[in-house]
């Protein structure tokens, strides 16, 4: 049975079209999981005026550390600051990263639990991942 010319032309279009739309969705998909960004609680004894927020790009190998400002024994302890974006390295159970420009930059997440820890100064956070909530 011969098809005629313009059934085929639209067969291969629709095609195209569902192909093209497929690569789209997975791009979108995989750009949304390379960048990923954490709300992080730190842990007694500090108190935070916000959140703290951790980038992370894996993609990229990247990450960046936002810490507000933060207060101890109800008096202000720090003015907060920013680490990054840092070179990041990303394995099965932890992403580990820091800045060699400044003091107490070691950091380390435990994907498993969403511990972030400093490891110079053994602070730590517990963190979840930020989603839209509407």
């Known amino acids: 049975m011969k098809t005629s010319p313009s059934f085929s032309v ?24 390379a960048n990923i960004k954490l709300l992080c609680n ?21 990450a960046i550390v936002r810490l507000p400002p933060l207060s101890l024994n109800g008096r202000p302890y720090s ?3 920013t680490w990054g974006p840092m070179a990041a390295v990303f394995t099965g ?3 580990t990263f820091y800045d060699a420009t400044k003091s107490n930059s070691h950091f380390t997440i435990n994907r498993l639990t969403g511990v972030l820890l400093n490891t110079d100064t053994k602070w730590d956070w517990d963190c ?5 909530q509407f």
Not at 128 to 132: E, I, L, P, T
Request: net charge negative; charged share 15%.
């Open 10 to 33: 639209m067969a291969g279009l629709s095609l195209s079209t569902l192909v093209i739309l497929t690569l789209l969705m997975t791009n979108d998909q995989s750009a949304q999981a």
């Open 42 to 62: 730190i842990r007694p004894p500090f108190v935070e005026q916000a959140l703290t927020i951790v980038e992370l790009n894996e993609e990229a190998k990247t």
């Open 79 to 81: 003015s907060g600051n």
């Open 93 to 95: 159970d932890t992403v």
């Open 128 to 132: 979840h991942v930020g989603q839209r």
